[in-house]
């Protein structure tokens, strides 16, 4: 089945430092999504791209935030100056169409120190 | 607004026993239901989804779930749990006029030997 990759599956930065977090979508796939699950709790939406643009977002997905598109197969989350609290684990999801079903990556598991 | 409920936060039940994972969910229209397993450390895994037609869906693992319109719920089930299937499971539901999913706040099952 195909997958959606995401890298790093770790990364540790410190507050107020800008990282990239990074994700290969299944390549027919036009709808990609980011999603967060802080330690024990639900996993919340953050989101979603749609021709190359943001078709919604959620209400943490402030200016902090930021999703692009660079080239044809990558799709990245970037946090400008992140605080302890965006420590998650950060999960990339696309899929092919709207009624189609979500593909999740392994994640990626943030640590703000 | 959508919204799911998972009620049990955790749920312990003996290998061999039957599973029953309540969701339910909150949505003017017919929604698409989704339920995804997340084993430790892992990404999300659909088990099953619902979209329309027969409101018993059969999933992967051997699990199934069953559409109620009248309850709002979409219970999943297996008749016999294996000891593997102890994993942390999300219900989520998407809608027309969204593009994004709403997760519950999980089910961690446990399963004894």
């Known amino acids: 089945e195909p997958e959606v990759t995401q890298t790093p599956s770790h990364q540790v930065t410190q507050m107020g430092q800008e990282v990239i977090l990074r994700c290969v979508p299944i390549?027919?796939?036009?709808?990609f999504y980011w999603y967060r699950q802080i330690l024990g709790q639900k996993v919340e939406f953050l989101v979603s791209f749609y021709n190359n643009e943001i078709s919604e977002k959620s209400e943490i997905f402030d200016d902090q935030f930021s999703v692009e598109r660079p080239d044809g197969s990558n799709f990245t989350l970037k946090i400008r100056s992140t605080k302890l609290e965006d420590s998650a684990m950060y999960f990339c999801a696309s899929r092919l169409s709207r009624g189609e079903k979500l593909f999740f990556g392994s994640g990626t598991q943030l640590s703000v120190l | 607004a959508q919204s799911v409920t998972q009620p049990d936060i955790h749920i312990t039940v003996s290998e061999g026993a039957s599973l029953e994972l309540r969701c339910n969910y909150s949505?003017?229209?017919?929604?698409?239901l989704f339920w995804y397993v997340q084993s430790p450390g892992q990404g999300l895994q659909l088990l099953l989804k619902?979209?329309?037609?027969?409101?018993l869906v059969q999933g992967i693992k051997g699990f199934e779930a069953e559409f109620k319109r009248s309850q709002s719920s979409f219970n999943l089930r297996k008749p016999s749990v294996h000891w593997s299937d102890a994993a942390e499971y999300f219900c989520a539901v998407g809608a027309e006029g969204t593009y994004k999913y709403i997760f519950g706040t999980g089910t961690r099952l446990k399963v004894l030997a």
């Open positions: 949505y003017g229209a017919t929604p698409y």
């Open positions: 390549s027919n796939h036009l709808y």
């Open positions: 619902y979209f329309s037609g027969d409101t």
